[in-house]
Every structure is written in C-alpha cells, then in structure tokens.
C-alpha cells in the first residue's frame, strides 16, 4: 500500500523511522482493512480497542 504523496519510504517522518512496521504482510492488510472499515463509519477507535482487548485476553489467544 502506498499513497501517492509519499516520495521515499519514509516520506513526512522524522528520521530514524523507516523501519520495517508489520512482521507479516497479513498484518499490514489487516491494518489496512480496519482503517477502512473506521473510514465507513462502522465504529469508532473506542469500540475495536475494546473488542481487540477482549480477543487477546480470552484463553489460548
């Protein structure tokens, strides 16, 4: 994913923060899709905090 104001791999940011991210790209698509779905409208910051926060700490998570 790329935006097409981004000049460089760490276009706007202070320098030093070019690193690698996401471990896995599954990670960064999932990122992706969750801002998206936030875009729409479909909840807000509060409501996925609370239901990722609910996910990782339920038993062999």
Do not use: I, N
Not at 3 to 11: L, N, T, W
Not at 32 to 57: I, P, Q, R, Y
């Amino acid at each position: 994913m790329s935006r097409p104001e981004a000049k460089g791999s760490a276009a706007g940011l202070p320098a030093g923060l070019d690193a690698q991210v996401f471990a896995e790209p599954w990670q960064a698509e999932a990122f992706a899709m969750t801002v998206a779905l936030h875009d729409k409208g479909l909840f807000s910051w509060g409501e996925w905090a609370d239901a990722l926060s609910a996910e990782v700490k339920k038993p062999g998570a």
